[in-house]
């Protein structure tokens, strides 16, 4: 082997093992950091193990489970993500866990797949020995999906809006408390600004109660800051204020969880003290709602139950002014699940309260039950349905100060990272009006129908029309808002325009939109219905007049003396009585002008009868006079194709009224 050759080899051999080297670094260092990632993990410190997953990633973006991994990580976090990670790890390795089909169909179910994750649970499912103590909570999972697909299949018009970044963060923001003037909130957060600044065994901030205000409800919310002498080391949330905002009711952790109270002086809240023993206990009480009158308490706790779950209780205040022995609300509102966060109305007839039992799309719903003042008993309750409620957590709905929109929290897409504060609004009618122009010459356009086409959040078709006025050509509509509609504008039956108009989210009662269309217009038909004069009839009558019998002697004189042209009869009534009666009575009107030009020599090939009932008025029907110009019959020429009938010349002249004399 000579010099040159030895050369290479040995660089070609050092070459190799530094590789050799640094790939068994980089392994070992992968290794490590998912060995600290899966110690978090394995605590459930999911914020925590992510770091060191996405470390892994960065430089094996093929590890499986560090993909699997950091995907269940994400979930509480970013759906889209975990998504995205637990489908790519399972492709690179189809046993990366033993329950993926388990983790796919959470995510798919969290994410809007609903068909899709009940075949993941059916997967997993088949994985499990019969007598498997994971059988029954996948059966409700799968049963979950079913409700949420049927929930979102049939949605409800509701507006739902983020609160803003004033008040949500990355983290989790819930139990939203309004103040009666709608301008002050309280909130409970594990942002950054937390007292302490504290993490729990879960890598979580605990919670701490925040304040902010606004100057009107129209205003954005102030930078929040956390409620002074109120919050503890550990978990603080917030939960009603009460006795006119004079006292705020709220939670601590403290004795596996209480209630206490605080008491507004001089502007400060004071330190908080516990609410009872009647109501405290040594389990956990979590969400509570006082009476406008200070009589009932509501409240969940798990201390009566043999499970563990929260159930709803009530507690009537004493003479003395103590909590009494509190009462279970029954099981038909308390499931073998989760029931917790009551909220009544004003006037106590309604309760909305959340729960992960009943019929839930999956993790906790709102529900709604209404109490029978007559059988003294609460109704079923109701899934307030999408998009109030979603396939995550959706909970402490709380009503503004006038009832017009709700506050909600919820772990949903669009939202800042965990839980937001969201505002529920239900979308309302808006009111479009304005006139249709013609294109060519600006002018107004009498009788044009403007019909405007759209679906409902279910899907399901909704349509409105009116017909533009016949003195100002101007056309008034009340519309569902939010939607894009297909808007048709037609006259005398054909349509001269079709366009799209999107009609932004209303949530009030009184909001108008101008809006004016400018079509392309030729009255082709003006000709022929000046040609003749109309005839009149008497209220609910038929019976032709004497000078209708003139005016009709006249036009037979004409049409003899013009075989080419043919007519449409045209019946027209003032709206007296039903649109139904009013197409009957208008045919009749027709149909007594078409018999008396028949019996005078005129071809029944020769006319047609048509009925618009009191659909195209000529004048406004507020006066006996206007009335009287709509009790009509019209005769219009009839063109062939491609024939104008200002074109059509008739033997004869025209006198000043615009009636045509024949040549004598």
């Given amino acids: 082997m000579?010099?040159?050759?030895?050369?290479?080899?040995?660089?070609?051999?050092?070459?190799?093992?530094?590789?050799?080297?640094?790939?068994?670094?980089?392994?070992?260092?992968?290794?490590?950091?998912?060995?600290?990632?899966?110690?978090?993990?394995?605590?459930?410190?999911?914020?925590?193990?992510?770091?060191?997953?996405?470390?892994?990633?960065?430089?094996?973006?093929?590890?499986?489970?560090?993909?699997?991994?950091?995907?269940?990580?994400?979930?509480?976090?970013?759906?889209?993500?975990?998504?995205?990670?637990?489908?790519?790890?399972?492709?690179?390795?189809?046993?990366?866990?033993?329950?993926?089909?388990?983790?796919?169909?959470?995510?798919?179910?969290?994410?809007?797949?609903?068909?899709?994750?009940?075949?993941?649970?059916?997967?997993?499912?088949?994985?499990?020995?019969?007598?498997?103590?994971?059988?029954?909570?996948?059966?409700?999972?799968?049963?979950?999906?079913?409700?949420?697909?049927?929930?979102?299949?049939?949605?409800?018009?509701?507006?739902?809006?983020?609160?803003?970044?004033?008040?949500?963060?990355?983290?989790?923001?819930?139990s939203p408390v309004i103040a009666t003037d709608d301008n002050y909130l309280l909130f409970t957060s594990r942002s950054e600004n937390v007292t302490g600044g504290k993490a729990d065994q879960y890598g979580e901030y605990y919670e701490d109660i925040f304040e902010t205000r606004r100057t009107d409800p129209t205003a954005a919310w102030q930078q929040p800051k956390p409620v002074a002498n109120i919050n503890s080391q550990f978990h603080d949330a917030a939960i009603q204020l009460f006795d006119n905002d004079t006292k705020l009711l709220l939670y601590r952790d403290q004795n596996n969880g209480d209630f206490f109270f605080s008491t507004l002086e001089n502007g400060t809240w004071s330190a908080p003290k516990p609410l009872g023993n009647n109501i405290n206990t040594r389990d956990y009480e979590g969400d509570a709602y006082i009476t406008p009158d200070g009589k009932f308490l509501y409240y969940s706790t798990s201390h009566y139950s043999e499970n563990g779950d929260k159930d709803i209780y009530v507690s009537e205040r004493d003479a003395n002014g103590g909590w009494g022995k509190p009462k279970s609300m029954g099981t038909l509102i308390n499931s073998p699940d989760d029931d917790d966060s009551p909220y009544l109305t004003r006037d106590g007839k309604t309760m909305y309260f959340t729960s992960r039992g009943h019929n839930s799309m999956g993790g906790y719903d709102v529900f709604v039950t209404k109490f029978d003042s007559v059988s003294r008993r609460w109704s079923r309750p109701e899934n307030m349905g999408y998009p109030i409620n979603t396939p995550d957590d959706d909970a402490y709905y709380r009503l503004s100060p006038d009832g017009s929109y709700a506050y909600l929290s919820s772990y949903r897409m669009g939202g800042y990272g965990e839980k937001d504060i969201w505002t529920i609004n239900y979308i309302k009618n808006v009111v479009i009006r304005g006139h249709v122009y013609n294109l060519r010459d600006k002018s107004i356009i009498p009788g044009v129908e403007l019909v405007f086409s759209g679906q409902q959040a279910n899907k399901q078709a909704i349509s409105y029309r009116d017909v533009t006025k016949p003195d100002s050509g101007t056309y008034s509509v009340s519309v569902l808002s939010g939607r894009k509609y297909q808007v048709s504008v037609s006259k005398d039956g054909n349509n001269i325009a079709t366009e799209e108009f999107d009609i932004p989210v209303v949530t009030n009662d009184t909001t108008v939109i101008e809006k004016d269309f400018f079509v392309p217009f030729t009255d082709t038909t003006a000709a022929g219905r000046l040609a003749f004069e109309k005839i009149y009839f008497d209220t609910d009558e038929y019976t032709l007049r004497?000078?209708?019998?003139?005016?009709?002697?006249?036009?037979?004189?004409?049409?003899?003396?013009?075989?080419?042209?043919?007519?449409?009869?045209?019946?027209?009534?003032?709206?007296?009585?039903?649109?139904?009666?009013?197409?009957?009575?208008?045919?009749?009107?027709?149909?007594?002008?078409?018999?008396?030009?028949?019996?005078?020599?005129?071809?029944?090939?020769?006319?047609?009868?048509?009925?618009?009932?009191?659909?195209?008025?000529?004048?406004?029907?507020?006066?006996?006079e206007n009335m009287q110009l709509n009790r009509r019959t019209e005769f219009m020429i009839i063109a062939r194709e491609g024939e104008n009938p200002a074109d059509i010349k008739i033997q004869g002249g025209t006198n000043n009224n615009g009636t045509i004399t024949p040549k004598k």
């Avoid at 992968?30 to 600290?36: D, F, G, I, S």
């Avoid at 008396?596 to 009868?609: F, H, P, W």
Wanted: aromatic share 12%; hydrophobic share 35%.
């Fill in 2 to 174: 000579n010099n040159s050759t030895t050369r290479v080899f040995r660089f070609s051999f050092l070459f190799c093992f530094a590789l050799l080297v640094a790939f068994s670094a980089m392994a070992q260092s992968n290794r490590q950091l998912v060995k600290r990632g899966n110690k978090f993990f394995d605590d459930e410190n999911y914020r925590s193990a992510i770091p060191f997953y996405e470390q892994v990633l960065a430089k094996d973006p093929d590890n499986a489970q560090a993909l699997f991994r950091s995907g269940v990580s994400y979930i509480s976090f970013d759906k889209e993500k975990a998504s995205e990670y637990i489908y790519r790890a399972q492709r690179l390795n189809p046993k990366v866990a033993k329950d993926v089909e388990y983790w796919l169909g959470r995510i798919d179910h969290l994410n809007y797949r609903f068909d899709e994750a009940v075949a993941h649970y059916r997967a997993y499912d088949a994985t499990l020995k019969k007598n498997d103590e994971r059988k029954p909570e996948i059966a409700r999972l799968m049963q979950q999906s079913r409700n949420a697909k049927a929930q979102f299949n049939n949605a409800k018009d509701i507006f739902v809006k983020n609160l803003g970044d004033e008040v949500n963060t990355a983290y989790s923001e819930h």
């Fill in 546 to 624: 004497a000078e209708s019998v003139t005016e009709l002697d006249n036009l037979v004189r004409i049409l003899k003396a013009n075989p080419g042209i043919n007519l449409s009869i045209n019946g027209h009534c003032d709206s007296r009585n039903t649109d139904e009666y009013n197409i009957v009575l208008g045919e009749n009107r027709a149909k007594a002008a078409y018999d008396y030009l028949v019996k005078n020599g005129i071809a029944q090939t020769r006319l047609v009868t048509v009925s618009y009932g009191e659909r195209r008025p000529a004048a406004p029907n507020d006066s006996p």
